[in-house]
């Protein structure tokens, strides 16, 4: 396996590994934009249910963006394979802000 394979299963089990620490006790910590909030803001913010959509979030995010360089290297070349991982990684971030605004109450 070389160095750019490597790193890349390296970053996909680091977002599963977030995936799955990240919880309500740790979110103070770990989360960013949670972490500057103050307690008023805090308890606007629907923190479990925030989880419940960045827990799966980050672990697919993981999976497939892995799994997309590895099946875009052996199908293609190395060149594509990196610009396919970029953009797996890329295009779901506008989504995970656009939606986790909404656990966030008005009000």
């Known amino acids: 396996m070389d160095i750019i394979s490597a790193v890349i299963v390296f970053t996909g089990l680091l977002f599963i590994i977030i ?3 990240i919880n309500r006790e740790n979110a103070k910590m770990l989360l960013a934009g949670y972490n500057t ?7 606007k913010f629907d923190i479990d249910g925030y989880l419940n959509f960045f ?13 997309i360089y ?5 199908i293609l070349n190395l060149d594509i394979a990196l610009i396919a ?5 890329l295009i779901p971030l506008p ?10 109450k008005k009000g």
């Open 19 to 21: 995936s799955k620490l």
């Open 37 to 43: 909030m103050s307690e008023s803001e805090r308890e």
């Open 55 to 67: 827990k799966p979030f980050f672990f697919k995010l993981g999976t497939y963006s892995t799994l």
């Open 95 to 104: 989504y995970i802000i656009i939606k986790g605004n909404r656990f966030y």
């Open 70 to 74: 590895f099946i875009t290297l052996f």
């Open 85 to 89: 991982y970029t953009i797996s990684i």
